[in-house]
């Protein structure tokens, strides 16, 4: 079975601009959450949804916003980037909000300049 | 942001040898995970724990929640060069939702 995939792998844009990152869940799984990891550090919470509606936000500006489609895969879109968004950006799937195993994908690195 | 605090940052192993390391928060957590994240890729579970005090192993590692719910254990049996990595904690708030709240991350290397 397929596990959790990610688009694009790699992405580089410059200050200003907007970038949409995709996210497919594994097959069955109804949650996706999204984190920011940067070099060094752990990854950090930035949404978690659940049957297309939002189900947690962690502690990021408005310019991060997200959402679910009916077949659960989502979007990351991030405006106005910043060279601090510069980061590797990991999608996770969860079989619901109650399960708190959640499988991560491989990751988009995005590189602002 | 909030983290974890984890520890050791980084350590040494060779193979054949126990590998130990641990997790801490300043508030209690309903649901501790291990990952293992090598260069390059994504986190990958390892073990995931869901009870004060309950021991779980899965191969060559075991995990431990601690009795307080502020800590947790992993332990690494008989190394081996694909232990290479870095291993992260992760802990769960009860009222937080699917919020997964992480550590700093271990890094193992070979001995040179």
């Known amino acids: 079975d397929a596990g959790v995939t990610q688009s694009p792998t790699h992405l580089i844009k410059t200050r200003g601009q907007q970038v949409t990152l995709r996210c497919s869940p594994i097959?069955?799984?109804?949650?996706v959450s999204w984190y920011q990891q940067v070099l060094g550090q752990g990854p950090q919470f930035i949404f978690q949804?659940?049957?297309?509606?939002?189900?947690g936000r962690g502690n990021f500006p408005d310019r991060f916003s997200a959402r679910q489609f009916p077949n659960y895969s989502s979007e990351l879109n991030v405006n106005a980037l910043l060279l601090g968004d510069s980061a590797l950006y990991l999608c996770?799937?969860?079989?619901?909000?109650?399960?708190?195993?959640?499988?991560f994908g491989p990751g988009t690195r995005l590189t602002v300049t | 942001g909030q983290q974890l605090n984890q520890s050791p940052q980084s350590m040494f192993i060779q193979e054949g040898e126990d590998v130990s390391m641990n997790c801490t928060s300043s508030?209690?957590?309903?649901?501790w995970l291990w990952y293992k994240q090598d260069p390059g890729e994504g986190p990958v579970l390892l073990i995931a724990?869901?009870?004060?005090?309950e021991l779980t192993s899965n191969g060559r590692l075991t995990a431990q929640f601690g009795i307080t719910r502020k800590d947790s254990f992993l332990n690494i049996s008989a190394s081996i060069p694909s232990d290479v990595g870095i291993y992260f904690c992760a802990g769960r708030d009860y009222n937080q939702g699917g919020k997964l709240i992480f550590g700093q991350g271990t890094e193992l290397s070979v001995k040179p």
């Open positions: 508030s209690i957590f309903n649901t």
């Open positions: 097959s069955g799984h109804k949650s």
């Open positions: 949804y659940y049957e297309k509606e939002e189900r």
């Open positions: 996770a799937s969860s079989t619901g909000t109650g399960v708190y195993e959640q499988y």
């Open positions: 724990l869901y009870k004060a005090g």
